[in-house]
């Protein structure tokens, strides 16, 4: 993939990923607020304070996750985003990371 590729696929995903945090929010389900700057994205969940940040590494066409449960770094493989230590996807992981930060039950998914 070239590196106009991926930044376009990861500039895509973390419109997705901001996108259903908004909806979320909207609906009451979680209470966020996404902050976009360039090829980060930061999650602040408003209750704690805590955030997720998650940004495209262009030269290593990953795209990364910081929580409170670590640092995650994803690539692109057969059309998903996997987790090069553990072959977890990023939305399930975000999912889970969510829940867990900000204390309700969130879903996310690429469709």
Not at 76 to 91: A, Q, V
């Amino acid at each position: 993939m070239t590196e106009t590729e991926f930044l376009t696929l990861a500039d895509a995903t973390l419109n997705t990923i901001e996108a259903a945090l908004d909806r979320l929010n909207d609906q009451d389900m979680v209470d966020v607020e996404c902050k976009r700057s360039g090829n980060v994205l930061e999650i602040e969940f408003i209750d704690n304070g805590s955030k997720v940040i998650v940004n495209s590494q262009a030269p290593m066409q990953e795209l990364w996750v910081a929580a409170r449960s670590g640092g995650f770094h994803y690539k692109r493989i057969e059309g998903r985003w996997i987790n090069t230590r553990d072959g977890s996807e990023l939305f399930q992981a975000l999912s889970d990371i969510t829940t867990a930060q900000g204390g309700a039950p969130v879903v996310l998914s690429d469709a």
